[in-house]
């Protein structure tokens, strides 16, 4: 993105990708009703009250983690969603990933973060449920948390590219069942260094 650090770009970041998600989770919520999906530590028993919306912009809040800590914490949802395939991101389980990838995000990123006890105060969970899903987060991103400046301002430019059209695309196409297929159409790309046709692609 042109500048993360510039306060009039997070609020629209935050709502680009609160929409990017709500339309994933609508459409996996669909799904589900056709076919069964695992359920895993992240899914919780009802659907959490508070938008996908108003829950990143508390995170965004208090969690005091840098701002591109959430656009490395959306390439790790992206990750986690291509290869946990069975854990499609529902209603059920949006909000716990949200705050796990975030912290998650953050401790890589950033010099300065809090325990997991603040950030599951943040996350409106216990302190024994944040270690747990931490450790499940790992294991699911097969640890792959290195994000590379070329990974990184790929996101940046495909983010920027469509907040600026104003036109949040479709995120779950037909018969795609997560988040992270129906990206890797749009982001042509699910590792971390991108081949030159896939440069060629992304700067379209």
């Excluded at 508070?50 to 208090?62: A, D, H, N, T, V």
């Excluded at 010099?111 to 024994?128: E, H």
């Amino acid at each position: 993105m042109a500048d993360l650090e510039n306060p009039d770009v997070m609020p629209k970041l935050i709502a680009f990708l609160s929409s990017l998600l709500q339309r994933a989770v609508e459409s996996n919520d669909l799904n589900r009703r056709l076919q069964p999906q695992q359920i895993s530590v992240f899914h919780g028993l009802t659907r959490p009250t508070i938008s996908i919306q108003s829950y990143l912009e508390r995170i965004f809040k208090y969690a005091n983690c840098s701002p591109s800590c959430f656009v490395v914490a959306y390439v790790y949802l992206d990750r986690f969603a291509q290869r946990q395939a069975a854990l499609p991101i529902n209603s059920f389980s949006v909000h716990r990933l949200l705050i796990t990838s975030v912290m998650v995000a953050a401790k890589f990123m950033d010099d300065m973060y809090y325990n997991n006890a603040y950030y599951a105060k943040v996350g409106g969970i216990s302190t024994t449920e944040m270690k747990f899903l931490e450790v499940d987060f790992l294991f699911g991103l097969g640890f792959r948390l290195n994000v590379t400046p070329t990974t990184f301002h790929a996101y940046c430019s495909y983010l920027q590219r469509e907040m600026i059209l104003q036109q949040p695309p479709v995120i779950v196409a037909e018969h795609s069942l997560n988040l992270g297929r129906s990206l890797k159409a749009h982001l042509c790309f699910n590792e971390d260094e991108p081949s030159s046709h896939q440069k060629q692609q992304l700067a379209i």
